[in-house]
T-cell receptor, first 110, second 114 residues
Framework: KQEVTQIPAALSVPEGENLVLNCSFTDSAIYNLQWFRQDPGKGLTSLLLIQSSQREQTSGRLNASLDKSSGRSTLYIAASQPGDSATYLCAVWSGNQFYFGTGTSLTVIP | GAGVSQSPSNKVTEKGKDVELRCDPISGHTALYWYRQSLGQGLEFLIYFQGNSAPDKSGLPSDRFSAERTGGSVSTLTIQRTQQEDSAVYLC????????????FGPGTRLTVT
């Protein structure tokens, strides 16, 4: 069974810092990987989707990479802002099911 | 345009009662997904629909859970004889196609079983 792990579980950084969130998965037979953010009491917002044939995707200050063979993805956030504070989740699509990590709770301190 | 909507937003029910949760996907999205998020836990994938069909129901926690989708649009998740461990936020998402497209999530239904 696919297992998705996110490290660290929580992260606190001062505003302006660049940071990296990690996601690893045990079964490399995935179709894609998606990064989300979840704000307290709210649903999830999609940030980036990387297909299995892709190596990275960028959107504004966010860059996500995928190394399918080693079962790893990273989400890079440049010049962090207090508004980036949220829980970040990664998820992989196996073809018939999504598997989510337990998330990284990010706090950006003004 | 309108996003994914879910109703009710909150539901408190007594143990043993049946509940029905509703999801309205984004218009034109053929894929629809149900998840459960328990307090302090990650997202648990329950079931997905491609059109009106659910290819794999093995993610449903027990036979008290069922889901259906009609007309390729609205979906309902039904929990029969609710138990306290069913208390969670139930999230619905939709996408243009299955898996390979971005998912858009609804705000969720918070279910509390007393």
């Amino acid at each position: 069974k696919q297992e998705v792990t996110q490290i660290p579980a929580a992260l606190s950084v001062p505003e302006g810092e660049n940071l990296v969130l990690n996601c690893s998965f045990t079964d490399s037979a995935i179709y894609n990987l998606q990064w989300f953010r979840q704000d307290p009491g709210k649903g999830l917002t999609s940030l980036l989707l990387i297909q299995s044939s892709q190596r990275e995707q960028t959107s504004g200050r966010l860059n996500a990479s995928l190394d399918k063979s080693s079962g790893r993805s990273t989400l890079y956030i440049a010049a962090s802002q207090p508004g980036d504070s949220a829980t970040y989740l990664c998820a992989v699509w196996s073809g018939n099911q999504f598997y989510f990590g337990t998330g990284t709770s990010l706090t950006v301190i003004p | 345009g309108a996003g994914v909507s879910q109703s009710p937003s909150n539901k408190v029910t007594e143990k043993g009662k049946d509940v029905e949760l509703r999801c309205d996907p984004i218009s034109g999205h053929t894929a629809l997904y149900w998840y459960r998020q328990s307090l302090g836990q990650g997202l648990e994938f329950l079931i997905y629909f491609q059109g009106n069909s659910a290819p794999d129901k093995s993610g449903l926690p027990s036979d008290r859970f069922s889901a259906e989708r009609t007309g390729g649009s609205v979906s309902t998740l039904t929990i029969q004889r609710t138990q306290q461990e069913d208390s969670a936020v139930y999230l619905c998402a939709s996408s243009l196609g299955t898996g390979s497209n971005e998912q858009y999530f609804g705000p969720g239904t918070r279910l509390t079983v007393t």
